[in-house]
């Protein structure tokens, strides 16, 4: 029946849908085949009570070990990009890099720095995603379309909250769909120095050798999280496969077979220590996700 909606896949592996690569699994995995079959889907679920988890490419998240028992929707076919002068609308599924490559190579800037965030548009509009700390993905935003109720709504920029790694559309059942940015235009050769210097700048400084999800906490007012783990001597400290990276203290690394219950314990150790030095409560910048 889901199959009518979308490409189908029973008990799937969720290992290769969370940058940890934990591996968990669902009953069922559906990626609607466009906007239509994911309203249809979102019907059929909501009718038939079935509890349902949206995914980008889950590279912010701490999935449970327990397998889920209803179904993970991914919007990878989702990922259409329409360019119109300096307009850009784009689908919810689109991976970011994807998007900052088309964008460069028609000279618009205004994206360039989100280009090594190794996520969605989804993703990253609902979790306000930024490199540098005063330029964010709704920089450029003019309005972004959700599924809201069973409706196509658009939501202008001034009616979306922002703050640091936070959108309104936190804690709501509101599905992204697609956004659409207004960009400026950009010098191609400078916006691709720009790519190239934040990846650079990545690769020296973060673990890429190994699975993880990015920052675990963020940086509290005035501190630097990473900072402060290393103070405490954390580096190297691990459960199970779960460690905190070498390279620097506020990634946690999974060097083998980590689950989630190793992640969450490093991560109980790491607040309880920072708490304990510096009384300070850090706050998880990644979303551990629970479900039945
Ligand atoms: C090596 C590495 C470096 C990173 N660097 C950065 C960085 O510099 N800056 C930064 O901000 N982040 C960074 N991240 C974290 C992560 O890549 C971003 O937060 C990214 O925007 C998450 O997108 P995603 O598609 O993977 O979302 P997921 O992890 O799949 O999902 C995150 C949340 O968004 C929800 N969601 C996803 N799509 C939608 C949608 N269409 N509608 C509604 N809800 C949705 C999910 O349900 C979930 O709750 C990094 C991660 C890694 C692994």
Not at 48 to 69: E, Q
Not at 94 to 117: C, F, H, P, Y
Not at 206 to 220: C, D
Not at 275 to 287: P, S, T, V, Y
């Amino acid at each position: 029946m889901l199959n009518k909606y979308g490409g189908l896949e029973e008990n799937a592996s969720l290992e290769t849908y969370n940058t940890y690569g934990i591996k968990t699994q669902t009953k069922y995995l559906v990626k609607p085949y466009d906007l239509e079959s994911l309203k249809e889907l979102l019907l059929y679920l909501d009718d038939n009570k079935i509890p349902y988890y949206l995914l980008g490419k889950g590279s912010n998240v701490i999935l449970p070990d327990n397998p889920f028992s209803g179904v993970i929707i991914s919007l990878a076919n989702l990922n259409k990009m329409e360019f119109h002068d300096h307009t850009l609308k784009v689908e919810a599924g689109a991976i970011l890099s994807k998007v900052v490559s088309a964008a460069i190579k028609r000279n618009l800037q205004g994206l360039e720095t989100l280009g090594s965030i190794p996520g969605t548009i989804g993703g990253a509009l609902y979790g306000n995603a930024s490199f540098y700390k005063d330029i964010t993905i709704y920089d450029k935003v003019k309005e972004v379309e959700v599924i809201r109720n069973h409706e196509l709504v658009t939501v202008p920029k001034e009616d979306i909250r922002i703050s640091h790694r936070h959108s309104s559309f936190k804690g709501t059942k509101d599905i992204i769909v697609s956004a659409t940015f207004v960009l400026d235009d950009g010098d191609k050769e400078l916006m691709e120095e720009e790519v190239k210097k934040t990846r650079e700048k990545r690769m020296a400084t973060q673990p890429y050798e190994y699975k993880n999800a990015g920052s675990v906490f963020k940086n509290p007012e005035n501190f630097s999280a990473g900072k402060l783990i290393d103070e405490a001597h954390l580096k190297g400290c691990h459960v199970g496969d779960a460690y905190v990276s070498e390279k620097h203290a506020n990634f946690i690394v999974n060097k083998g077979c980590a689950t989630s219950k190793d992640i969450k314990e490093l991560i109980k150790i790491i607040k309880e220590k920072i708490k304990e030095k510096d009384n300070i409560e850090l706050e998880l910048e990644q979303q551990i996700i629970e479900w039945e």
